[in-house]
Structures are given as structure tokens and as C-alpha cells.
């Protein structure tokens, strides 16, 4: 997968928010896997998508672009690393 990239979120109150923007053809089958990992997305105010897992929240407009990413206590580098996988962003753990 190329052009995915992330952007960190400073404006948001929880440390290490991050914005991930997938190539348009790569955003439903990376909710897909999400789903299938997670469960399914509930639907949020305002048509946003809402998936929360054990140690990561997970954000997105109706069409799924871009995925935000907000860490929740206890989160750790694995944790990270899956949801990378599962989106198969192509980056690194480097903040």
C-alpha cells in the first residue's frame, strides 16, 4: 500500500492521538479487517464510526478516511503495532 501516511493530533486532550489517512481503495477492506478483529463499528453522533477496543479508540467518518486513533490507559507498543498490521500501514512505531 502506498500514500498511507499519519499526522499526529495535538488539539486532542489524550497524549499520542493520531490521524491515519489510507489510500481511498484501502479504507473499507482495512475497516473489514478491523471489524473482524474487533467487531463491528457502532455508529457515533454525526455519522462517525466508533470501534473501541480494549486499549485503542477508533474514529472515522462514515466513509471510514481517515482513522483516528486515540490511545486509552494501558495501551501498549503491541497494541499499536497490531492495529498497523490490521490497516496494513506500512510505518513504524517512531513518534
Known sequence: MT???RER??????DRTYKYYLPKEEAQPAWQRLSEEFGAPTPGACGVL???TPRLLLRAPSWGNPVTVIRKR???EDDVRRFHELIRFPGDLQE
Open 9 to 14: 493530533v495535538f488539539s486532542c486532550p489524550r
Open 3 to 5: 500514500g498511507a501516511y
Open 74 to 76: 494501558g495501551w501498549s
Open 50 to 52: 466508533v470501534l473501541e
